[in-house]
């Protein structure tokens, strides 16, 4: 059984940088793919960015792409996800989640129900 615990959400203003950690303890052996999604107020979670875990290979949202990077520390079981240029519209709950399944493809894994486990989240708010 794998846990994550998330770190480093809270306040922060409109076109600053935010960074956002999680770490995974428990059964990482196992691990294939680890990813963030967010949780915008009153909106469904959706998919942020995920990386294969041995081999690095990451996957972003068309909405995340240019702002948002995806980095794991294979070592400490560490990943985190960057934030630059921050907008009220980030304001969201981000989940980090961990996949233990196989599936062939890194681009699975946007799909929430392709992860095994999930942190409980921390709050993003950002003001303008």
């Known amino acids: 059984q794998v846990t994550l615990v998330e770190s480093g959400g809270g306040l922060v203003q409109a076109g600053g940088s935010l960074r956002l950690s999680c770490t995974a303890s428990?059964?990482?052996?196992?691990?294939?793919?680890v990813g963030w999604f967010r949780q915008p107020p009153g909106m469904e979670r959706e998919f942020v960015a995920a990386i294969g875990w041995i081999i690095g290979v990451r996957n972003y949202a068309d909405s995340a792409k240019g702002r948002f990077t995806i980095s794991r520390d294979y070592a400490k079981n560490t990943m985190v996800l960057g934030i630059n240029n921050i907008a009220p519209e980030d304001t969201a709950v981000y989940f980090c989640?961990?996949?233990?399944?196989?599936?062939?493809?890194?681009?699975?894994?946007?799909?929430?129900?392709?992860?095994?486990?999930w942190g409980q989240g921390t709050q993003v708010t950002v003001s303008s």
């Open positions: 428990g059964g990482t052996d196992s691990l294939l793919a």
């Open positions: 989640a961990a996949s233990a399944t196989m599936y062939g493809d890194l681009s699975v894994y946007t799909a929430s129900r392709n992860y095994d486990y």
